[in-house]
């Protein structure tokens, strides 16, 4: 399976919430152990933390060249 089918398969498993369907998580989700399922929240975490500082990265430069003064 390719990321792409994967990312595709995951989000045809979504709520309208966006959390994973019942019968998705015991299917999908069951089959890992509890120390997998924590690897993979670590990495969901960084990726998050990666997103965010990209965001707040884009609007302080988006700022700064409207002439504002960004400091932390």
């Keep these: 399976m390719t990321p792409r089918k ?4 995951i989000r045809e498993n979504q709520n309208n919430n966006k959390t994973f369907k019942s019968l998705f998580s ?5 089959k890992f152990s509890s120390q997998e399922l924590g690897g993979m929240i670590t990495s969901i975490n960084k990726e998050m933390a ?7 990265q884009e609007k302080i430069d988006f ?6 003064s960004v400091t932390r």
Excluded at 6 to 9: F, T
Excluded at 63 to 68: D, F, I, M, T, V
């Design 6 to 9: 994967a990312v595709q398969y």
């Design 50 to 56: 990666k997103r965010e500082q990209k965001t707040i």
């Design 26 to 30: 015991s299917q999908y989700l069951g």
């Design 63 to 68: 700022l700064e060249q409207s002439g504002y």
